[in-house]
């Protein structure tokens, strides 16, 4: 079978090779159970670039992206974020709360900052936030409206008249499905945990009757409160191996990517309880490697996490796309201390789009791909290299940010204005990754001359060190410099660099002083190292 460059034109061909109606129905879904992170957007982007594809060929899409608000609580995550996605540890908010909603639906339990209508509203809004910050149209789905509208009743009401056939396909997969298990799970009208205790099916009625005895969490069990009652076929909820394909039946789901953990485990019962019991085909599947965020695995509820706020603060939304258009079937990681290579990954791809760089292996992607990761295709964009962009954000004097740039190439005469300002941005978000990272860029030039008391020989010095930055070498070259300098004039090496600290700085150390200088304004550095201003 042959390939195309782009992974997602693979995946919109399987789709139209099925002949689906418009709408095609892309989906992706997750459990509001804490804060929203870059690890859910690999299903948000995925069915993004397959979206973006099938719309270019002329298909109407709905990208529809499932909140399982109507899950159990069934742990309590270590930390949490407020609207401003200001993560907080549960010492912040009242963590017994949550602790004594466990077993309950996150819609049904009070949302811990006071800014939503529940938890599961809370942590969906931020999702959804996250997918527009992107500029991926998403449609989010609430499960629990789906229930309570009636919308997922007649399958609820399908898969319990054929619970033996359920019972008999689920026991090929998973371990402890007896006689007496029954596809539900209803709500408890006392305490309003679910519980998995089902004791009698009434479809006439659209009943079933319960006891409270709780639910089992993992390797936990989560104690019911023992009131035993009756449920309509909406007051309760599917055990997710029966929900994922019921949703794939109601909303008519063309196309589904999942990570590999779903592959190997409810993908494949998944898609026989569709056939079997629901009479469906299932989705078009794509199963994605996951990615670890600083070579540590991500997760919501040990609190190594990232959100898609945070990294919109270090790098432009292209960027972040570009991080999922590359093959996801590779496993990678996405390093915060080195986003650089990250960035000046992207601006190759981008280099290598517009014939400016020679990549053979690489342009066919970039060709195809390239246009879906930007609002607008324009050559006259300006991208000026991170690390770059951090040492200019060393200063906040704009002036001198465009004339240290347009020193070093990146603008001219002919930059258009828009260009210079898009470039900009991107100076700012540098600036934040040296502050949070702390890193050799995190320094702070000074606009005005420090006061100063130099040796005459270190005075002397400085004078031939101007003469030779306005000889016009570059920053390697002035690093050497520097030493031979020093040694010029009996001047210890760290004292030497000690005063250029001083004087860049107003501090006793910084970054590799003669590269920082060679990326600065010449006329600058000059008369700096002349102490003329």
């Given at each position: 079978?042959?390939?195309?460059?782009?992974w997602?034109d693979?995946?919109?061909?399987?789709?139209?090779?099925?002949?689906?109606?418009?709408?095609?129905v892309?989906?992706?879904g997750?459990?509001?159970?804490g804060?929203?992170?870059?690890g859910?957007?690999?299903?948000?982007?995925?069915?993004y670039?397959?979206?973006?594809?099938?719309?270019?060929?002329?298909?109407?899409?709905r990208?529809v992206?499932?909140?399982?608000?109507?899950?159990?609580?069934?742990?309590?995550p270590?930390?949490?974020?407020d609207?401003d996605?200001?993560?907080?540890?549960?010492g912040?908010?009242?963590a017994?709360?949550?602790?004594?909603?466990?077993?309950?639906?996150?819609?049904?339990?009070?949302?811990p900052?006071?800014?939503?209508?529940?938890?599961?509203?809370?942590?969906?809004?931020?999702l959804?936030?996250?997918?527009?910050?992107?500029?991926?149209?998403?449609e989010?789905?609430s499960?629990t409206?789906?229930?309570?509208s009636?919308?997922?009743?007649?399958?609820?009401?399908?898969?319990?008249?054929?619970?033996?056939?359920?019972?008999?396909v689920?026991?090929?997969?998973?371990?402890?499905?007896?006689?007496?298990?029954?596809?539900?799970?209803?709500?408890?009208s006392?305490c309003?945990?679910?519980?998995?205790?089902?004791?009698?099916?009434?479809?006439?009625?659209g009943?079933v009757?319960?006891?409270?005895?709780?639910?089992?969490?993992g390797g936990?069990?989560?104690?019911?409160?023992?009131?035993?009652g009756?449920?309509t076929?909406?007051?309760g909820k599917l055990?997710?191996r029966?929900?994922?394909?019921?949703?794939?039946?109601v909303?008519?789901?063309?196309?589904?990517?999942?990570?590999?953990?779903?592959?190997?485990g409810?993908?494949?019962?998944?898609?026989?309880?569709?056939?079997?019991v629901l009479?469906v085909?299932?989705?078009?599947p794509?199963?994605?490697?996951?990615?670890?965020?600083d070579?540590?695995?991500?997760s919501s509820s040990?609190?190594?996490v990232?959100?898609?706020?945070?990294?919109?603060?270090?790098l432009?939304?292209?960027?972040?796309?570009?991080?999922?258009?590359r093959?996801?079937?590779?496993?990678?990681?996405?390093d915060?201390?080195?986003?650089?290579l990250?960035?000046?990954?992207?601006?190759?791809?981008e280099r290598?789009?517009?014939?400016?760089?020679?990549?053979?292996?690489?342009?066919p992607?970039?060709?195809r791909?390239?246009?879906?990761?930007?609002?607008?295709?324009?050559?006259?964009?300006?991208?000026l290299?991170?690390t770059?962009?951090?040492?200019?954000?060393?200063t906040d004097?704009?002036?001198l940010?465009?004339?240290?740039?347009?020193?070093?190439?990146?603008?001219d005469?002919?930059?258009?204005?828009?260009?210079?300002?898009?470039?900009?941005?991107?100076?700012?978000?540098?600036?934040?990754?040296?502050?949070?990272?702390?890193?050799a860029?995190n320094y702070?030039?000074q606009?005005?001359?420090?006061?100063?008391?130099?040796?005459?020989d270190?005075?002397?010095?400085l004078e031939?060190?101007?003469?030779?930055?306005?000889?016009?070498?570059?920053?390697?070259?002035i690093q050497?410099?520097?030493?031979?300098?020093?040694?010029?004039?009996?001047?210890?090496?760290?004292d030497?660099?000690?005063?250029?600290?001083?004087?860049?700085?107003?501090?006793?150390?910084?970054p590799?002083?003669?590269?920082?200088?060679?990326?600065?304004?010449?006329?600058?550095?000059?008369?700096?190292l002349?102490r003329?201003g």
């Amino acid at each position: 079978m042959s390939h195309n460059a782009f992974w997602a034109d693979d995946v919109a061909d399987e789709i139209e090779a099925r002949d689906p109606e418009d709408p095609i129905v892309i989906k992706g879904g997750v459990s509001p159970s804490g804060v929203p992170h870059l690890g859910h957007f690999n299903e948000i982007m995925r069915g993004y670039f397959v979206a973006a594809v099938l719309r270019e060929r002329g298909h109407e899409v709905r990208q529809v992206f499932t909140s399982d608000d109507r899950d159990a609580l069934r742990a309590v995550p270590r930390r949490l974020a407020d609207s401003d996605w200001t993560l907080v540890g549960l010492g912040e908010v009242d963590a017994g709360a949550l602790g004594r909603n466990l077993g309950k639906p996150y819609t049904d339990i009070p949302d811990p900052f006071g800014e939503s209508d529940s938890y599961g509203a809370h942590f969906t809004d931020l999702l959804a936030r996250s997918a527009e910050a992107v500029g991926v149209p998403v449609e989010m789905v609430s499960n629990t409206a789906l229930y309570e509208s009636g919308e997922f009743e007649a399958v609820t009401r399908e898969v319990l008249a054929k619970r033996d056939l359920a019972r008999e396909v689920l026991a090929e997969y998973q371990d402890g499905v007896d006689e007496d298990y029954v596809p539900f799970m209803p709500q408890c009208s006392a305490c309003g945990k679910l519980t998995q205790d089902v004791r009698d099916v009434d479809l006439d009625a659209g009943e079933v009757a319960y006891a409270c005895s709780g639910l089992d969490a993992g390797g936990d069990h989560i104690d019911g409160c023992g009131h035993e009652g009756t449920a309509t076929l909406r007051e309760g909820k599917l055990p997710w191996r029966f929900e994922w394909p019921a949703q794939w039946k109601v909303l008519g789901v063309d196309f589904e990517p999942f990570g590999k953990d779903h592959a190997e485990g409810s993908w494949p019962s998944g898609e026989e309880i569709a056939r079997r019991v629901l009479d469906v085909d299932p989705p078009v599947p794509m199963t994605y490697e996951w990615f670890t965020l600083d070579g540590e695995p991500l997760s919501s509820s040990s609190g190594n996490v990232v959100t898609v706020d945070e990294v919109l603060a270090l790098l432009e939304p292209e960027v972040l796309r570009y991080f999922f258009v590359r093959n996801p079937k590779r496993a990678k990681d996405f390093d915060r201390e080195r986003i650089d290579l990250l960035v000046d990954e992207f601006d190759r791809f981008e280099r290598v789009y517009f014939g400016e760089a020679d990549d053979e292996d690489l342009r066919p992607l970039a060709e195809r791909a390239y246009p879906f990761l930007v609002d607008e295709v324009r050559e006259e964009r300006v991208r000026l290299p991170y690390t770059f962009a951090a040492v200019l954000g060393m200063t906040d004097d704009r002036d001198l940010r465009i004339r240290m740039a347009r020193n070093q190439g990146f603008f001219d005469d002919d930059t258009p204005a828009w260009a210079i300002e898009e470039a900009l941005e991107r100076v700012e978000r540098a600036r934040t990754w040296a502050e949070r990272m702390d890193n050799a860029y995190n320094y702070r030039l000074q606009a005005d001359l420090p006061e100063t008391d130099f040796d005459p020989d270190v005075v002397a010095a400085l004078e031939d060190l101007a003469d030779f930055v306005a000889e016009g070498h570059d920053g390697e070259a002035i690093q050497g410099e520097m030493y031979e300098t020093a040694r010029d004039h009996g001047v210890e090496v760290g004292d030497f660099f000690a005063a250029g600290y001083r004087l860049f700085f107003d501090d006793t150390e910084g970054p590799r002083l003669g590269e920082f200088l060679g990326e600065l304004d010449e006329s600058f550095v000059v008369k700096r190292l002349r102490r003329e201003g």
